[in-house]
């Protein structure tokens, strides 16, 4: 496995359009892209650089709001990626999930039990 780049971190809150407030309006970062039917929101600086992640909490994920952030890794086949990692014994959190014709993510969790996400894009976003 090969990664190509970290590119994103992403955190989850429990209100998201409060969090957005707070980051553009008092952090200073330009937001880049939002989905509100994913619960999601991405901001950068003015300038680029590595974007910030927001999702919205949600129930059926086992990540609450305040206490984590998520680092991704961009790779170029996430299939690959994931047989690699497997086979070094690594643990899978979830199934492989896909947003049609924009990601694929897989979570993954280190030996410390901290959890990071493998990224194959699909577009150029």
Do not use: C, P
């Not at 899978?92 to 990601?103: D, K, N, P, W, Y």
């Amino acid at each position: 496995m090969r990664i190509k780049s970290m590119e994103l971190a992403w955190i989850v809150v429990k209100d998201l359009k409060k969090a957005l407030k707070f980051y553009t309006e008092t952090v200073g970062l330009k937001l880049i892209e939002e989905n509100e039917a994913f619960g999601w929101a991405e901001l950068q600086g003015h300038e680029g650089g590595a974007r910030l992640g927001i999702a919205q909490e949600n129930s059926e994920e086992a990540l609450k709001s305040g206490s984590n952030a998520i680092v991704t890794f961009t790779v170029e086949n996430i299939e690959e990626a994931i047989n690699d990692l497997k086979k070094k014994g690594a643990k899978l959190r979830g199934e492989l999930q896909e947003i049609s014709g924009h990601v694929k993510m897989q979570s993954i969790e280190d030996s410390d039990g901290n959890h990071f996400q493998l990224v194959q894009k699909l577009a150029d976003f």
